[in-house]
Every structure is written in structure tokens, then in C-alpha cells.
């Protein structure tokens, strides 16, 4: 290779990698897949979805309940709307599961490979640390923990889920089919699974309007809203901020750039969050009837 083809090639490399470099902080970090965002959209439509129509037969001595009913089409039609959304919500838990092992099969060979990897959603000996920390710089000893790409509080959430498929989801194909599935159990088990179903349900959803909602949404550097997990993607100087370890990470690897993508348009922000303020709204309203219903109508 003659030396003026050598120069030609390294202007070029550099007119291709230069921008990127340059430009860097103009482009976003993507964090969670199409399927991701759109599996989310779905969990938190059928939540509220079951967590409106279960409340409103849980409490139906309320005056809400009446009200709320009435727009549901009653009682009735209430429950055929909770048994719907019931269906999507396993629908989307079955289609996260076959995800996890495509992505198992493509990249991680083994089970055991992608569960102790790196990027898992399980518990490592990092969390107990960061943990640690945690409590120690929310009372100035010490500084804040350099989060990877999940932080505890995420993995936990994330974990719930499965004990809230199983718990709930079970019970409520107990309560769905009582004639069925009496002809093998006793009689018993249905009133049993009633109040496991109720209460569970009821932890959960005080659980995720509250704890879920200010660790998401309303910790002073995400307040009043965190989109990504609608958008998919972060600023990159608040990627940096948030996961500081992960960003040093694929820094050192020289992998970063595979993740930059530019930012939506204003209209599609304005369109997410349009939807988050309805959900968060929404998820509210729901802990305020909840506590009202538990002071002063409890039955």
C-alpha cells in the first residue's frame, strides 16, 4: 500500500469515528429495547386496568366503587374486564420469559451464564455493598454509590413480579374456575384464595403506587418524571450521573457507541408523557381510595 492510500484511509476512519467523538453528548443512551418498552406499556395498562376493576368489587359498599362501576358497565362487566387484563398481564410475563430465553440461547449459551452475568437482574454481593452505601449518603457518610446497569431497588421490583404472577395469578385462576377446581380440591381452598388473592393484590398495588412510583419518579433527580422506560433511551450526561460503573464500563471497552442513538422528536416526549402523567395520576388517585376505603369504610 502506497503511502498516499494510507493517508486517504486514515482520513477517512477518522471522518467516520472524529463526529462520534465529538459530538457525543448530543446523542442518547439506549437502555431498554422496543419490546421492552412496549411489554412495560402493556404491564402498567393491565396493573391499573386490574387494580381499578378489583378494588371497585373489593370496595363496592363504597360510594367510588358505585360510581366507578357505573362507567365499568357494573359489577359485573367489572369483572369480565379484570379477568381480561388478568390475561394480558400472564400474556406479557409468558412473552418476557420467552425473551429472556432467546436472548439466553443467542448469547449467554447456559442459564447459569446469563443468570451470574455481569448485566443479570440477580442479587450480587455489589448490591449488599451499594445498599450499604446507600444509607450511608442518605445520611452525609459517605458518597453515592456507583450504580451499574440495575440498581437493588430495580432487581427487587423486577423480582415481585414473578412472586405477583405466582401468588395473585394463581389464586386468581383458583377464584375463576371454583367449580372446576373444587372437583380436586377442597371446598375450602376458595375462600382461602379469596383473601390471599385480595390482600396480595392490595399489597401489591399500595406497593407500586408508592414505593415503585418515588423510586421511578419522584427522587429529586427524576422528578416529576422519568420517561425512559417509555422512550427507551437517557440523556447521556444523566446515563453518566445514574450508572456511573456501567458507563465506565463500555467506556473502557470501547463499546458505548453501539448504544447512542439521537433523541425523539418533542411531539413523541410530549406524547409519553402525556400517557406517564395519566398512569401516575391514575396510580394516586387509586392510593387515595385505598386509604380512604381502609379509615372509613373497611367492612
Partial sequence: ???????????????????????????????????????????????????????????????????????LGGFESAGYIHRFFAVVMVSVFITHIVDITRMKKKEYKTWRALIFSPGSMMFNKKDVSDIIGTLKWFVGKGERPQYGRWTYWEKFDYFAVFWGILVIGSTGVTLWFPELLTNIIPGWVINVATIIHSDEA????????????????????????????????????????????????????????????????????????????????????????????????YR
Avoid at 494510507?6 to 457525543?24: C, D, G, W, Y
Avoid at 402493556?42 to 376493576?53: N, Y
Avoid at 447521556?236 to 465506565?248: G, H, S, V
Fill in 1 to 71: 500500500m502506497v503511502e498516499g492510500e494510507k493517508q486517504i484511509i486514515s482520513e477517512l476512519a477518522t471522518a467516520f469515528v472524529a463526529p462520534m467523538t465529538v459530538n457525543r453528548e448530543k446523542f442518547q443512551f439506549q437502555r431498554f429495547s422496543r419490546l421492552n418498552r412496549v411489554l412495560h406499556i402493556l404491564m402498567i395498562v393491565s396493573f391499573i386496568s386490574l387494580a381499578l376493576t378489583g378494588l371497585t368489587i373489593k370496595f363496592s359498599y363504597t360510594g367510588w366503587a358505585v360510581i366507578l362501576s357505573h362507567l
Fill in 202 to 297: 392490595l399489597l401489591a398495588t399500595g406497593f407500586i403506587f408508592t414505593v415503585h412510583f418515588f423510586n421511578t419518579h419522584l427522587r429529586p433527580e427524576k422528578f416529576p418524571m422519568d420517561i425512559v422506560i417509555f422512550s427507551g433511551r437517557t440523556p447521556l450526561e444523566e446515563y453518566k450521573i445514574d450508572r456511573p460503573a456501567e458507563y465506565e464500563e463500555l467506556v473502557e471497552k470501547g463499546e458505548l457507541e453501539k448504544y447512542l442513538v439521537e433523541p425523539y422528536p418533542q411531539i413523541v416526549v410530549r406524547s409519553i408523557k402525556v400517557f406517564g402523567w395519566a398512569a401516575l395520576l391514575t396510580g394516586f388517585g387509586i392510593v387515595v381510595w385505598i386509604i380512604y376505603a381502609m379509615i372509613f369504610a
